[in-house]
RNA sequence: GGGCGGAUAGCUCAAGGGGAGAGCAGCGGCUUUACACGCCGUUGGUUGCAGGUUCGAAUCCUGUUCUGCCCACCA
């Protein structure tokens, strides 16, 4: 590209498609493990299938690009996995939704018709996301995507389903699970979720405390209980009561009469259920619809009686009440009851509900036959993995929450009623009842012999299959060159919400099948939240749009935007406005540009360069600010990253150096100097531009293109340059130094006329006595002149009535006459004087405490007697140029 | 009922034992030949509160208040 006349702004459209495309042809994102370097593997987060961007994916994602595009840059072997999860209940969900508005029951289309039905929706849209994201700019290897239900990776999932069996960690039983009546699925724990209140702490919800009694068999009186939900009275197997308590002792082995069903309960003593003073005192039991009177159906040997249909209606037990829907057998039960002359009033009470993560349907406890994985064994290497430090959380507190969660693990229902999804990989023989796990159908069974087998028509839970993406995706359970040599990969990032769900998961499978953690890194990243605080959510219409913002602004803008927000530990409050500020600072950064290129002409790099200090100085604060940003990325510290890089370019390049270089390239100079401005100017601008590439992909390369020094340089994509490092730069300490010096000075000249409010226009006279002094300022008269408007004059005489400027213990002196008045110029020195003492005093205090002297170290000592000896020096030239403007007034 | 964060300028956030910083907002100057999406200068803080440790505390310890979150089977 000719650097020819710049644009006087940016345009992130054309760049988007210009340089997206370039990367595609230049296979930048291609992994290929043959190539050299050591490996820097990542595997995306894969968005639903049926997801749209959301900001959490733009986070998400952002991070990851910024550090596989750092890693890529500094030398690396990269690769960056994408993919889709195909979300069983989710995405079952949408096409049932989009087949009944049409006018279609999923249920008439059968097993296969419906399945059928959700490819062809997943051909069709399934894909959004996909695009959405490389929207974002985003160097994921496009050709490695992978989808969860893709055939390699159903593979891996029967694999998995199979060794674990083969190794007595999965099994089949009859439990009591946690029940989606809509959906008529189970549910793991974790997909059972509590409502919140108004401040969203407590998860009570409002209900009644209903009580009535059971009549004893005998006729020997009644005994009363409270239940939250009455109904379940039908399915009551025992009435416990706390073994020590003196109403009820007596009581024990002795039954009640169930009020409406032929069927006798006995009281049984339970010190663990029951609490006497809640209630009445006597709860009672249904094994079949609570987990904690399942468990006391254990310890008593109860029967469990299931209530209940698949559907949440009653079932045939239900006698009069079968066929009715839960919530209404609720209500006619407790009217039978008081009909019956049973109930004993009803108190208000507060209770936890749980609901359906997907349907938030009421779930209901349910006495159903499921796949189980045994956790217990398969946590204890994964827990140790974390404590050792094989795999290491950042920020650090988020590995309390996995452990904590970690060892009081239970086991995880894998089974789904659901036809979307990884189709469980057992057979049950037709004749025999005999159940065959394996990898593929079996001929015969092995009990019978019989040749008719029907396989389970359940499916997994969907992190079934999510818990092996960091190797199924590169090609695990076959040992292939990829899991050679990307796994284990290098880090995940993920919120924190996903803790469970998936990033222990993986780490339980990981470890059990490969023998090593699948990530040494884990970065949990904030949530987005909106101005107040609240999450986003479509019900709540706060959600901001990830590609409006995007169209609004730049993908750039909108990258560094959450990079510059994104402190760990801390949600992000997103704000449009700062989207603004990262405009800014692209438009800023662009106009450096356009004054580098403006000054192109007359540009050798094989021609003399002679470079002044202010080239050492630039070259140095890059060297430095590489380190700094370098060590931010190093350390996940990405707003630090973020901030650095914007603050030196703005703060230092734009500020400080290009102001610098005016007067050389504005006016005749030696030519070599003007050569090593420019060369200086373009170096900088180059090293910026990889620097920020990470962030901000395609201004980045636009702007590399655009260096008059791109092509002399060689070419080539800024996204496969070499990232800087500051061993690269030269720094001179004499040279900071010496510039630091003149910038006091020039900052020293600019607050004088800010408080005397003196025009820049106005042109000033610096006088200097001494002549070393004098010397050494003139190095950088024209720099004086430039910035501060002030011109060097050497002086054997004080003249009368000057402002006083104190710069490293010096005296520099600015005539007034014709500018401003005496009085003025005595008041601002009065007020400079009072800080001075200020000043002095407080480190002058410091010094005197003898403790401060005996104990601190004597480096502080040191320091701070340096300190108060520069501080005094100051405050007497002060004094002085007070007493002789009083003389002179 | 357990557990984990957070509280610092008007706002969003830094500083993890040595005179509290940035961006935005505010105020006062600048139509300076890259940029008014700009430049220069500048106001603003008893670091939630109360104790303690230390020569020295925003930082470490104890308590406390507010606030956000996670886990848990109280009928």
């Not at 992190?463 to 993406?469: E, Q």
Request: charged share 25%; aromatic share 10%.
């Amino acid at each position: 590209m000719s650097s020819g006349e710049l644009p006087s702004s940016y345009d992130p459209v054309a760049a988007a498609t210009r340089w997206s495309q370039a990367w595609a042809e230049a296979d930048v994102d291609r992994a290929d493990p043959a190539r050299p370097g050591p490996a820097f593997s990542v595997v995306i987060p894969p968005p639903n299938v049926t997801g749209r961007l959301h900001m959490g994916h733009a986070l998400n994602n952002t991070i990851q690009d910024v550090l596989v595009r750092y890693k890529r840059m500094d030398g690396f072997n990269v690769v960056w996995v994408p993919g889709t999860d195909h979300a069983g209940i989710a995405t079952q969900w949408v096409v049932r939704r989009q087949l009944e508005a049409q006018g279609i029951d999923y249920r008439t289309l059968g097993r296969e018709g419906f399945i059928e039905k959700v490819w062809a929706w997943k051909a069709e849209t399934g894909g959004a996301i996909v695009s959405q994201l490389k929207r974002l700019g985003v160097s994921c290897d496009w050709s490695r995507e992978r989808f969860t239900m893709d055939e390699a990776l159903q593979k891996a999932v029967v694999e998995h389903f199979v060794r674990l069996h083969e190794q007595g960690l999965i099994y089949r039983a009859e439990r009591l699970i946690n029940w989606d009546p809509m959906d008529q699925t189970a549910l793991s724990d974790l997909e059972v979720e509590y409502a919140k209140d108004a401040r969203g702490q407590t998860k009570l919800e409002k209900g009644e405390l209903f009580k009535f009694a059971y009549r004893f068999s005998d006729g020997s009186g009644e005994i009363v209980v409270a239940t939250t939900r009455p109904e379940t009275m039908l399915g009551d197997t025992a009435i416990a009561v706390h073994p020590d308590d003196e109403r009820y002792k007596a009581r024990i082995g002795q039954t009640v009469d169930h009020p409406f069903l032929d069927r006798k309960i006995p009281i049984v003593g339970d010190a663990i259920l029951v609490d006497p003073a809640f209630g009445t005192g006597a709860v009672k039991v249904t094994p079949a619809h609570d987990f904690n009177d399942f468990a006391v159906g254990e310890r008593h040997n109860l029967p469990k009686i299931n209530i209940l249909q698949p559907d949440g209606r009653l079932n045939d037990v239900a006698g009069p009440f079968a066929g009715l829907d839960r919530f209404e057998a609720r209500e006619a039960v407790k009217a039978k009851l008081d009909e019956l002359g049973l109930a004993r009033g009803c108190d208000e009470h507060f209770l936890a509900i749980g609901r359906s993560q997907r349907s938030g349907a009421i779930v209901e406890p349910y006495l159903s036959t499921q796949w189980f994985v045994r956790m217990k064994p398969l946590a204890g290497p994964a827990l140790a993995a974390v404590e050792l430090g094989a795999t290491k959380f950042h920020p650090k507190a988020w590995e309390n929450l996995y452990y904590s969660w970690m060892r009081n693990i239970q086991d995880w229902c894998i089974s789904r009623q659901l036809w979307w999804g990884h189709r469980i990989p057992a057979w049950t023989c037709d004749a025999c009842g005999k159940i065959h796990v394996a990898r593929q159908a079996p001929e015969a069974c092995e009990g019978c012999g019989a040749s008719a087998l029907t396989q389970d028509p359940d499916t997994l839970d969907t992190w079934f299959s999510s818990a092996l993406w960091p190797f199924s995706v590169f090609g695990w359970p076959d040992r292939t060159d990829d899991l050679d040599r990307y796994y284990p990969t290098s880090v995940l990032v993920t919120a924190f919400d996903i803790i469970f769900f998936w990033v222990a998961r993986m780490m339980v499978a990981g470890i059990h099948f490969t023998g090593r953690p699948p990530f040494a890194d884990v970065y949990i990243h904030a949530l987005v939240r909106d101005e107040n605080r609240q999450k986003m959510s479509k019900t709540k219409g706060n959600v901001v749009d990830p590609l409006d913002v995007i169209e609004r602004t730049s993908a750039d803008a909108f990258r560094f935007t959450l990079m510059l927000s994104c402190a760990q530990g801390r949600d992000i409050l997103w704000d449009e406005k700062r989207v603004g500020d990262a405009s800014r600072f692209v438009t800023k950064l662009w106009q450096a540009l356009r004054y580098a290129t403006m000054h192109a002409e007359g540009y050798d790099p094989s021609a003399p360069m002679a470079p002044s200090v202010y080239e050492r100085w630039m070259e140095a604060r890059t060297g430095a600010a590489v380190a700094r940003v370098r060590d931010a990325l190093d350390t996940y510290r990405f707003n630090d990253a973020a901030a650095e890089a914007r603050a030196f370019v703005w703060d230092e390049l734009c500020d400080w150096y290009i102001e610098l270089t005016k007067p050389t390239l504005y006016r005749e100079a030696d030519p070599a100097h003007k050569n090593a401005v420019k060369h200086t100017l373009f170096q900088t601008l180059g090293a910026i531009a990889r620097m920020l590439h990470p962030f901000m992909p395609m201004f980045t390369e636009e702007l590399w293109h655009r260096l008059p020094s791109h092509a002399a340089s060689g070419g080539g994509l800024v996204a496969l340059a070499a990232y800087p490092k500051a061993e690269d730069f030269a720094i001179d300490a004499a040279v900071l130094d010496e510039v630091t010096w003149m910038q006091d000075t020039v900052t020293a000249v600019r607050n004088l006329r800010g408080e005397m409010e003196l025009s820049p226009r106005v042109p000033l006279r610096l006088l200097v006595g001494d002549a070393l002094l004098l010397a050494r300022l003139g190095r950088h008269a024209g720099a004086l002149e430039a910035l501060a408007g002030v011109s060097l004059e050497a002086i054997a005489e004080r003249p009368v009535g000057c402002a006083t400027l104190v710069v490293r213990g010096a005296e520099l002196l600015i005539p007034l006459e014709g500018v401003v008045d005496i009085a003025e110029e005595l008041e601002r020195l009065t007020k400079v004087i009072a800080k001075s003492a200020e000043d002095l005093d407080f480190l002058a205090k410091r010094l005197d405490n003898p403790d401060f002297i005996a104990r601190a170290p004597a480096d502080k000592v040191e320091e701070l007697r340096d300190k108060v000896a520069a501080a005094s020096a100051r405050h007497e030239v002060l004094l002085r140029s007070q007493a002789r403007l009083r003389e002179a007034q």
